[in-house]
């Protein structure tokens, strides 16, 4: 029998107890389980940050995978706890967007809704459905539990509005959506958008008063504090400067447009 | 044959190599052994603090778990290191009070003072006990030696006084004794006493210059910065803002004093 | 059949998604791994502060453990990935001197280039070699592949100069090499040279304008803010401050000098 495997990503941090505790509720359940921390340092509240952390790492994961994902500023709130099923993978959290980006690109089988407590806690808590609620259900999952069995179907789940890049004024704008532990500033603009926008023609890459002219390959390539434009391991246009923060040396933000054009008369 | 559960609160931090240190010893002598981390990042030599996290985290962990706990200023003094049984657990760690607030919930049925060196590591260092001693023998007793193995029956072990809630002036006196990662202010008011002491009664908590009339199901009903007093997923009084720190809206900290009285005429 | 281990340290942080995409490859290719963290809060693109994590580490897990470490400014770059295979351990990660320490107590018994894409990624990122080639290399050797198919055989691998301590002007001159979570100031002189160069004989200590006069057995024996000389748990001379960070006390900061006198007359 395969062993199950389930990814945590939360808002909880990692020095209190909480995701703690929803790995021994889940331990409880199904003690073969594997769990992996995506991460529990998404900033509090985040529902856009969590996103965009589990869609890039979601699909590194074997199929079968249950991702459950906890940031829920709306815990015992109307706000639906939900089952997403897709062809590779399962999703488990509420149901606030946390699951959109992922879901662009996995095609979804069935939206569950939980609602039968008896794969719930005994007691469940109004502020701590990771433990009470979600967790409980990723271990029962994992022991072959069918989705329906947790509550009716749902039509849909709800989308959020991450904001895509558009083309005006013959400019591709996007904006950062991601600053990482080196300070690479990750945008939102896809390599594939990207490619499709420039075509084979010369380009500039503008960001804050910073102006780049071409693709790097590498973090390795860049000399002193001069910034690079990078096509990044999650697929989406980066910039970077060797070896230091560019999040530091540019004092970037998220949200901070990032702009692609075509070099005027090309 | 059942896979044994160790889990792991230290004040190790997770930059360094100490924790990883313990688990590679226990992994040594058996490969077998889930490892769960609850926290490394109990503030350095705060037994109070790691006495916390471990009380609300041990329960959710099935029958049988051993929850190996070092915030240990005193390691390498005449404190001594411990095994205590329970009904349901196994607590390993320095004999400082660490296992207080868990074992106020617990039937202890043994507590064995650790005295083998056959169960530690060839060479014991004097400053990392975790790794020389407590783990080698949370590897062992995961194998199954009997706790009188590990050395001499004690009749007690240390208690930490953190401090209980009293009744003062007609008001139930009680102090934040945590603060999360959401800035959340968990009081030591238990949900037992403060229903015991309000009965139906209209009431009014009291924190800093704050007042709150009722008690709010959820992080999500308040308004604005208006603070909100929730019985927690641990059952203690806690003071909230929605997505917002209490702790920096307020300014409060460790320490503060919460308080509950009657309203005035009821 | 026995269950295999691989530990993880890179630079990446605990936020990003970037060591869990690691795992789930792993996982992906080998489901049987267990993975342990050493660390992935090294200081970006600090080498040699992760070649001294992992050198306090890797030891300590069974014989056999694949340790895989990603601290990699130069990744994509022509610096060289490869598979480091000692008489009890696997090395995976670049060949940037990250091994320089751990494989001084080591017998090296092969070095790999890692040239064959089949046990890569399909698609191999130019910025994210932990993902997309360390990672499925290390699901690959846990499953038993030989460390040779891997890539032809080089003759040596990078080592750095981390600098040692040297005897000049009557005293052993050394450094601070390490600040861990407590504060405390680890040094690049080991309990070998300290002996050897004392002797029996009565010594001061100095670091910064203090000065230290004996060995104190653990964190716990001194008094106030008084420094104490410490043989830590890496074997490292160390100083310390009881219950306080002796970085802060000191003003201390990783590279300042600590160096070991004998008592002039004696």
């Not at 560019?246 to 998220?254: D, N, Q």
């Amino acid at each position: 029998m395969k062993t199950p495997i389930i990814t945590l990503l939360t808002d909880f941090g990692t020095k209190d107890h909480y995701a703690a505790s929803m790995k021994g509720v889940i331990l409880g359940i199904n003690p073969r389980c594997r769990l992996v921390d995506i991460s529990h340092q998404v900033t509090p509240h985040d529902i856009g940050e969590g996103a965009f952390l589990l869609a890039n790492a979601y699909s590194c994961f074997p199929k079968g995978t249950i991702h459950l994902a906890v940031v829920d500023p709306g815990v015992g709130s109307p706000r639906k706890p939900v089952l997403i099923v897709t062809k590779n993978y399962c999703f488990l959290g509420p149901d606030n967007g946390l699951f959109s980006l992922a879901l662009q690109r996995e095609k979804v089988e069935q939206i569950i809704e939980l609602t039968r407590p008896r794969f719930f806690r005994s007691v469940v808590s109004t502020t701590f459905h990771g433990r009470d609620l979600f967790a409980p259900v990723a271990g029962h999952l994992s022991l072959g539990v069918k989705p329906r069995s947790f509550g009716p179907r749902l039509d849909s789940c709800t989308t959020l509005d991450l904001g895509k890049p558009r083309v005006k004024w013959k400019k591709l704008m996007g904006q950062v959506i991601h600053i990482d532990t080196f300070g690479n500033l990750v945008s939102n603009i896809s390599q594939e958008q990207f490619f499709r926008f420039t075509g084979n023609r010369p380009f500039l890459v503008h960001v804050g008063k910073w102006t780049i002219g071409s693709l790097s390959e590498g973090y390795w390539q860049g000399e002193g504090a001069e910034p690079l434009a990078i096509m990044g391991s999650g697929e989406f246009l980066e910039i970077s400067i060797r070896e230091k923060s560019a999040e530091r040396v540019l004092r970037a933000k998220r949200g901070d447009p990032v702009s692609v054009e075509i070099v005027p008369g090309c």
